[in-house]
């Protein structure tokens, strides 16, 4: 079962960054579309970001538009989500997905693959 790793998580101020990291256990992952999605507390899971299979489309959730940028670097079969001016919405569990469509995806549902998740919290 192939597997994805999440990394980079944790607490930041309002206005701050923080880099997610997504490592896939293998190179089939390459072939695949890439997300991240996110579910905060007593909500449903919601799309972030998505990239294609290799880079050349990025789609966003309206809410992290010009905040939040996804992309990949598929010769270390990695995932990043470079977020910034973190609001206090934006505090959730993160988790890296993986898509067999190579296309890319904004539908939580249609993901193949998840990590375990890691927290970002946002204070003021």
């Known amino acids: 079962q192939p597997q994805l790793q999440e990394s980079g998580g944790g607490s930041v101020q309002a206005g701050g960054s923080l880099r997610l990291s997504c490592s896939a256990s293998?190179?089939?992952?390459?072939?695949?579309?890439m997300g991240w999605l996110r579910q905060a507390a007593g909500k449903e899971r919601e799309f972030v970001a998505a990239?294609?299979?290799?880079?050349?489309?990025?789609y966003y959730a309206d809410s992290v538009k010009g905040r939040f940028t996804i992309s990949r670097d598929n010769a270390k079969n990695a995932v990043y989500l470079q977020m910034n001016s973190l609001r206090l919405e934006d505090t959730a569990v993160y988790y890296c997905?993986?898509?067999?469509?190579?296309?890319?995806?904004?539908?939580?549902?249609?993901?193949?693959?998840w990590g375990q998740g890691t927290q970002v919290t946002v204070s003021s």
């Open positions: 997905s993986a898509d067999r469509d190579p296309t890319g995806n904004t539908d939580p549902g249609d993901y193949d693959y």
């Open positions: 293998t190179p089939v992952f390459r072939s695949y579309a």
């Open positions: 990239i294609d299979w290799n880079g050349g489309n990025t």
